[in-house]
T-cell receptor, first 115, second 114 residues
Framework: DTEVTQTPKHLVMGMTNKKSLKCEQH?????MYWYKQKAKKPPELMFV???????INESVPSRFSPECPNSSLLNLHLHALQPEDSALYLC??????????????FGNGTRLTVT | AQSVTQLDSQVPVFEEAPVELRCNYSSSVSVYLFWYVQYPNQGLQLLLKYLSGSTLVKGINGFEAEFNKSQTSFHLRKPSVHISDTAEYFC????????????FGQGTRLTINP
């Protein structure tokens, strides 16, 4: 069982919808991440939160809006997405986001389809 | 900037045969090195990591990897594979200083045939 829980597992949404992806971890980790993974490709970093503050935004379009309400929760709010945004969205956490030698723990992802 | 090249996109092997998945990296600064595995419909799981010290690192599920600084390689090996090892394998690097980014290779699809 993964220690990073993502909901929902699958999501189908239209281009005018607003939806949210949720991620939760109870390992006491202080860094949390959103990655996007297209089929047969490696994960691509989207956002990093370190100690509940956004520390990295990889020039992600504003139709993706991250939120970190507390150290255990990470959300990704979606609005006006395009079909090319269909992908597996992975959440991850690590013990310490300041030094990148603490390994990432990944959730199983949300498979998003935009119609 | 760092980059990672996984030389084989697909590697088919027979069960109980040995396997090597190749990874080369490029970086102007010192790096940490990782191998992650992704089973179908799952997230990624850390197999092993090289931070410092012995260049031969052992990971989970019987995998090991050897760091070769002169050849800038970090190849993954297993002496005898099992059907359950069928998965996508990603090599990754990160800077040591001030780094929060993990740079992944393109992945190698390992398929184990009975």
């Amino acid at each position: 069982d993964t220690e990073v829980t993502q909901t929902p597992k699958h999501l189908v949404m239209g281009m005018t919808n607003k939806k949210s992806l949720k991620c939760e971890q109870h390992m006491g980790h202080r860094a949390m991440y959103w990655y996007k993974q297209k089929a047969k490709k490696p994960p691509e970093l989207m956002f990093v939160y370190s100690y509940e503050k956004l520390s990295i935004n990889e020039s992600v379009p504003s139709r993706f809006s991250p939120e970190c309400p507390n150290s255990s929760l990470l959300n990704l709010h979606l609005h006006a997405l395009q079909p090319e945004d269909s992908a597996l969205y992975l959440c991850a956490s690590s013990q310490d986001g300041a030094v990148y030698n603490s390994p990432l723990h990944f959730g199983n992802g949300t498979r998003l389809t935009v119609t | 900037a760092q980059s990672v090249t996984q030389l084989d996109s697909q590697v088919p092997v027979f069960e109980e045969a040995p396997v090597e998945l190749r990874c080369n990296y490029s970086s102007s600064v010192s790096v940490y090195l990782f191998w992650y595995v992704q089973y179908p419909n799952q997230g990624l799981q850390l197999l092993l990591k090289y931070l410092s010290g012995s260049t031969l690192v052992k990971g989970i599920n019987g995998f090991e990897a050897e760091f070769n600084k002169s050849q800038t390689s970090f190849h993954l090996r297993k002496p005898s594979v099992h059907i359950s090892d069928t998965a996508e394998y990603f090599c990754a690097v990160s800077k040591i200083q001030g780094a929060q980014k993990l740079v992944f290779g393109q992945g190698t699809r390992l398929t184990i045939n009975p």
